[in-house]
């Protein structure tokens, strides 16, 4: 049977006589071979048990621990073919999902190395004190000495020998100023537009430090007025590429329930742009809005980091509100399915200006996508 295209979450779509199964491994075009459709949850998925005609975008994997450990899940198919597939799967989610025609071809793209980009990875603690990452699907812990898609630094870090606890979860970040780790330092620090940066090694941000500069360089040309309202700011890192200049924002409202984080963030607001005034709401961006801490018109730029799942529905019926008249909506999302569902509840309000995919994580099928929005008349 042959495999007919790639999925949200990186799998293969093959019709089998007992029905649709998603195959880890397969690439479109493929005729293969799968073992009997089972259940994950409650997806149908199928093993790839062989490949009669393999695709001309299949390629070695570079790493001998693909497959078994959890990290990368594309590193068989060509970084062109890669990097093709996350368009077409932003397009087709913003279409299932959203009922907003995308034309693929029309999605932007930001890329840099396939191999050596990451600058921060998680390791674990094995049962015998060894490094590691978690196996494919599992709580185990496959021990590891390189890998291919960290950077030189990481990887020393990683080689090192050193001994961790049982159990353990450490967070590795190639900081400006070393190796952060976050079982033992309290900031990390990234250079950008030579602008210090900080936060905390266990907290979020990007893992690919070689990517910020041209997504700093396209959300600053996105902002629209003299208003940032960041609603998922974590360390303000976002806000702060929104107000570098040439960027004339004069205030910066910015929200995170976190925190630690609220003195990082007027840190990095400060360092950023001297002159733009910043005020923290600590709490949830659907409290912020609730309470009308956050702009709800004006010229305004809000900024959308959500986590996995996206937007919540109380933040889609705030920005879709008669009462909201926010110009410009700037949204960096982690997950496709739940950009095409956001899309979609937007559209009412908003037109799609721009989708570029940011090729923060190759050798897998993490996609990362900013979606520039403008209210409708503006």
């Known amino acids: 049977m042959r495999a007919e295209r790639l999925v949200h979450g990186g799998a293969a779509l093959v019709r089998t006589p007992a029905g649709v199964a998603f195959v880890d491994g397969a690439i479109p075009g493929e005729l293969v071979v799968v073992g009997p459709v089972a259940r994950r949850g409650s997806t149908p998925v ?5 490949i009669v005609e393999p695709s001309p975008d299949r390629v070695q994997p570079l790493c001998p621990l693909f497959g078994t450990c959890g990290g990368c899940d594309w590193q068989h198919l060509s970084i062109d073919s890669q990097r093709r597939w996350k368009r077409e799967i932003v397009a087709e989610n913003a279409r299932r999902l959203g009922g907003v025609s995308v034309d693929a071809a029309e999605i932007g793209l930001i890329s840099g190395p396939g191999w050596g980009y990451r600058s921060r990875v998680q390791i674990h603690g094995g049962d015998d004190g060894a490094a590691g990452f978690r196996r494919r699907r ?6 590891v000495g390189y890998c291919p898609v960290a950077t030189p630094a990481i ?17 590795l970040v190639e900081s400006a100023r070393g190796i952060a780790r976050s079982d033992r330092d309290r900031e ?8 210090d940066l900080r936060f905390h090694p266990g907290g979020f941000a990007q893992a690919n430090h070689g990517l910020l500069p041209a997504l ?71 409290r912020a809005v609730a309470r009308n801490a956050v702009p709800r018109s004006g010229e305004c730029t809000v900024i959308l980091d959500p986590p996995r799942g996206g937007v919540s529905g109380q933040l889609r019926r705030w920005l879709v509100a008669p009462r909201t008249a926010i110009p410009r909506v700037v949204y960096l999302s982690c997950d496709a399915a739940a950009l095409g569902r956001d899309l979609g509840a937007l ?10 995919v940011f090729d923060f994580y190759p050798q897998t099928a993490h996609i990362e996508t900013l979606a520039i929005l403008s209210a409708e008349g503006s």
């Open 216 to 286: 700093a360089a396209a959300i600053r040309a996105a902002v629209y007025g003299d208003t940032i309202a960041d609603l998922h700011a974590g360390a303000g890192l976002l806000a702060a590429m929104a107000s570098m200049p040439p960027a004339t924002v004069r205030k910066a409202v910015c929200v995170e329930p976190d925190r630690r984080n609220a003195d990082l963030i007027r840190e990095n607001l400060t360092s950023a742009a001297p002159s733009t005034t910043v005020s923290v709401f600590t709490g949830t961006a659907e």
């Open 347 to 356: 559209r009412e309000r908003y037109r799609i200006d721009s989708l570029t």
């Open 46 to 50: 199928a093993s790839l048990l062989d």
């Open 138 to 143: 599992s709580s185990d812990v496959v021990p």
């Open 155 to 171: 990887n020393v870090e990683i080689g090192s020998g050193a001994p961790v606890r049982p159990g353990s979860r450490t967070v």
């Open 188 to 195: 990390a620090h990234i250079s950008l537009d030579g602008t």
